[in-house]
């Protein structure tokens, strides 16, 4: 496991695994794409899986599903989520400009797995503008493959997701 934490990081020392014999630490970048080629500079795997650390509550088996499906697709294959709300898309004042049809997007997820070869082509081309690793991956005419995962899979970015990760974190705990 390569983990890539910021030059200012103060929390990953604290961690469990900060001391394990299997985890390297890297020096992340300014961006998702510079930690992400900062990891695939020391790795030596055939495959690689990103995820990052705002989504804690993946479960074991969409990370199951994700590598079954990843294994088989020459384009590899993230995790992802049907959208379910309304979509609506802004004018520049803020107001509805149309309703965008949802039947066919989802909502991109991590972790994300690919053979390293092709991730590394896929950052070098796209370049640090991109948001995943799907991204860079569709940047070269990849399509990969899209893995429903569970609705517990949420991002932390709000103080209020806290809580609910917590929820999520609890109930997975008591499955094991």
């Known amino acids: 496991m390569i983990i890539a934490i910021g030059a200012d990081d103060?929390?990953?020392?604290?961690?469990r695994l900060s001391e394990r014999p299997n985890v390297r630490v890297v020096l992340g970048g300014a961006t998702r794409a510079a930690s992400v080629q900062a990891g695939l500079d020391v790795v030596n795997t055939q495959w690689v899986m990103v995820h990052d650390a705002a989504r804690p509550c993946v479960s074991h088996a969409d990370i199951d599903a994700l590598i079954k499906q990843a294994q088989s697709h020459p384009d590899g294959a993230l995790l992802a989520a049907p959208v379910r709300d309304t979509m609506k898309r802004a004018d520049a004042?803020?107001?509805?400009?149309?309703?965008?049809?949802?039947?066919?997007?989802?909502?991109?997820?991590?972790?994300?797995?690919?053979?390293t070869h092709l991730l590394i082509d896929a950052l070098a081309k796209a370049g640090?503008?991109?948001?995943d690793e799907a991204?860079?991956?569709?940047?070269?005419?990849g399509k990969?493959?899209?893995?429903?995962a569970s609705a517990s899979n949420i991002k932390v970015?709000?103080?209020?997701?806290?809580?609910?990760?917590e929820f999520y974190?609890?109930?997975?705990?008591?499955?094991s």
């Open 135 to 141: 991204s860079a991956v569709e940047a070269l005419g």
């Open 144 to 148: 990969p493959v899209l893995v429903p």
């Open 128 to 131: 640090e503008q991109v948001t």
């Open 10 to 15: 103060r929390y990953f020392a604290d961690t």
């Open 157 to 165: 970015t709000h103080p209020e997701d806290k809580w609910l990760a």
């Open 93 to 115: 004042q803020g107001q509805v400009a149309h309703t965008v049809e949802r039947a066919a997007l989802w909502h991109a997820l991590t972790p994300q797995m690919f053979l």
């Open 169 to 175: 974190l609890s109930q997975q705990e008591g499955k």
